[in-house]
Nanobody
Framework: QVQLVESGGGLVQPGGSLRLSCAAS??????????MNWYRQAPGKQRDWVAS???????NVADSVKGRFTISRDNAKNTVYLDMTSLKPEDTAVYYC??????????????WGQGTQVTVSS
């Protein structure tokens, strides 16, 4: 069994900052070899990819958050982070953690967390 649990969401004013965390646990140790992603879904919108970090800590972020959001991972803690700065109202969404098997994996898998709400409002 694999569980991904997000935390750190909440209410923040425009221009503020938040750090989201996603901790992996369970009987299957998938975290060290997984590509970790953050997605978000605003009300009435589709779920969009936000950022990813590879097993080598190489990162990519969506154009909409480039320069403001940073993704990182701590393999010792089986945790991926999303550091969000200069938050805008359009960043308001439920943020989801995702673990994806790498392209070289013998067996494919994908796991999702339950989501954490981020609300940016004055």
């Amino acid at each position: 069994q694999v569980q991904l649990v997000e935390s750190g969401g909440g209410l923040v004013q425009p221009g503020g900052s938040l750090r989201l965390s996603c901790a992996a646990s369970g009987t299957r140790n998938i975290f060290p070899n997984s590509i970790m992603n953050w997605y978000r879904q605003a009300p009435g919108k589709q779920r969009d990819w936000v950022a990813s970090v590879t097993t080598r800590s190489e990162t990519n972020v969506a154009d909409s958050v480039k320069g403001r959001f940073t993704i990182s991972r701590d393999n010792a803690k089986n945790t991926v982070y999303l550091d969000m700065t200069s938050l805008k109202p359009e960043d308001t969404a439920v943020y989801y953690c995702n673990a994806q098997s790498p392209s070289t994996a013998y067996r494919r898998y994908t796991y999702w967390g339950q989501g954490t709400q981020v609300t940016v409002s004055s």
